[in-house]
């Protein structure tokens, strides 16, 4: 029995307003045994960290993430392998490790292949929550052929720049996919409801799918206790998905007030990517961005931080997400600190923990509480109410722990 042991620690569980102090957290093999401001036993065999005061929370968890959007410029993804892509994706994948995410949710690529690879121990990485390619109609926000390529009936595994999205349209082949995409292991499915900052033919506003479409494929997820996500940023097309079923809106920055009650009303979610929008805009260009993607970046992010007031005073549940491509990846934890301008850390926190944890279905995760997986990290300070604090993991983060183990640590075991 593998026994650590927690001492001396302020502890934020995911969950409740306030981080305390004093208390020591037991784990046995991978899970969280107890909880308490007493003094734990947990044998001869158990390892000690006496963490003097610092804090302990859950493990983080993205989730909007793509692991395989190794360019951020998606025509550069032409004619790669997928081989290559992968061993290109290793090191981004364990880098989200490395900065205290240890669950992050692919929406849109990434598939059970990468995400089993991590589970068996080949790839180190945070465990991966995967729903295959996004669904895209003709001329939607997935679909980057070229301008005199008419064909549909490609092979969209040949390359890493198909595989990030599929064009479907209509109930039936919709239906059709996501069941193969389920029978596969999927763990939700994502369609693509608007148009896009990326996509080279479709303005942001633009609703996407029919709501029959969007319902069709709902109804298929939920047969399997799956549900959908949906890219959408303004407010006709958040309000279709919510209508047609979606649980998650993803982005949703130029929604209003009105549109934000109805997605509380349905008890869904919003996950605001706020960093993708503020630190492309700042390197887009120079990476190759054209002129009319630059011009919807700055539009939807001008709107970002407004949507995070209306969604909270609507009572909306908000996830945390990233959405970073490419050359990006490194502001990961960015997003905590843009999230701080208008919110309190302890939210945003949360968001990052526990609520996350709701949307990708695992209540065992993003707490830490008897019972729970023993997904854990240690900072230094206190960013309840430093928030900056989770931006600078070289130099507050001490230890990440995922599934029991430790993964990295710089801390003296007793």
Same mark, same amino acid.
């Given at each position: ?26 784990? /046995? ?12 036993? =947990? ?39 997928? &081989? ?9 994948? #364990?880098?989200?490790?490395?900065? $205290?995410?240890?669950? @992050?949710?692919?929406?849109?690529? =990434?598939?059970?292949?990468? #995400?089993?690879?991590?589970?068996? $121990? ?19 926000? =997935?679909?980057? #052929?070229?301008? &005199? ?41 994502? /369609? ?15 609703? +996407? ?5 969007? #319902? ?5 997820? %939920? ?28 982005? %949703? ?78 502001? +990961? ?23 996350? %944890?709701?949307? @990708? ?11 729970? &997986? ?20 070289? +130099? ?19």
């Amino acid at each position: 029995m593998a026994a650590i042991a927690f001492t001396n620690a302020t502890l934020f569980d995911g969950v409740n307003d306030e981080a305390v102090p004093g208390m020591n957290v037991l784990v /046995v093999d991978g899970k969280i045994e107890a909880v308490s401001d007493k003094p734990l036993s =947990g044998g001869d065999s158990v390892t000690e960290y006496d963490l003097g005061g610092r804090t302990l929370m859950p493990g983080l968890i993205d989730a909007h993430a793509h692991v395989f959007a190794i360019n951020l410029v998606e025509e550069h993804n032409r004619n790669i392998a997928i &081989t290559e892509m992968t061993a290109r994706a290793v090191p981004r994948i #364990r880098k989200m490790l490395d900065r $205290g995410f240890t669950s @992050v949710r692919d929406v849109a690529g =990434g598939d059970v292949g990468i #995400r089993n690879a991590i589970a068996q $121990g080949f790839i180190p990485g945070p465990r991966l929550f995967v729903g295959g390619p996004a669904l895209s109609q003709i001329g939607g926000h =997935g679909d980057h #052929r070229n301008l &005199t390529d008419d064909s549909l009936d490609i092979d969209f595994n040949a390359s890493a720049f198909n595989f990030e999205c599929r064009i479907v349209e209509g109930e039936g082949p919709l239906r059709s996919h996501v069941r193969n995409e389920l029978r596969k292991g999927a763990d939700h499915i994502k /369609v693509l409801a608007s148009g896009g900052v990326g996509s080279p033919t479709d303005a942001i506003d633009q609703i +996407q799918y029919s709501e029959a479409e969007i #319902r069709a494929v709902c109804e298929e997820a %939920a047969v399997r206790g799956k549900y959908v996500a949906a890219h959408a940023y303004e407010s006709a097309a958040i309000a279709h998905s919510i209508r047609a079923g979606v649980r998650t809106i993803e982005h %949703a920055n130029l929604i209003n007030a009105e549109t934000a009650a109805v997605v509380a009303e349905a008890d869904a979610y919003i996950v605001p990517t706020l960093v993708a929008y503020e630190v492309t805009a700042q390197h887009g260009a120079e990476l190759g961005l054209s002129e009319y993607v630059m011009e919807k970046l700055n539009y939807v992010n001008d709107s970002g931080l407004k949507m995070l007031g209306l969604a909270e005073k609507a009572g909306v549940k908000l996830g945390f997400g990233t959405d970073l491509m490419g050359q990006m990846e490194f502001a +990961q934890l960015q997003e905590f600190v843009i999230r701080g301008r208008v919110q309190r850390p302890v939210d945003v926190l949360k968001s990052a923990t526990s609520v996350n %944890a709701e949307i @990708v279905q695992r209540d065992d995760l993003g707490v830490i509480r008897a019972g729970a &997986t023993a997904d854990m990290i240690v900072v230094d300070g206190d960013p309840l109410t430093d928030i900056s604090i989770m931006n600078a993991p070289e +130099q507050h983060l001490r230890l990440i722990m995922k599934d029991g183990d430790i993964y990295k640590t710089d801390l003296t075991a007793k």
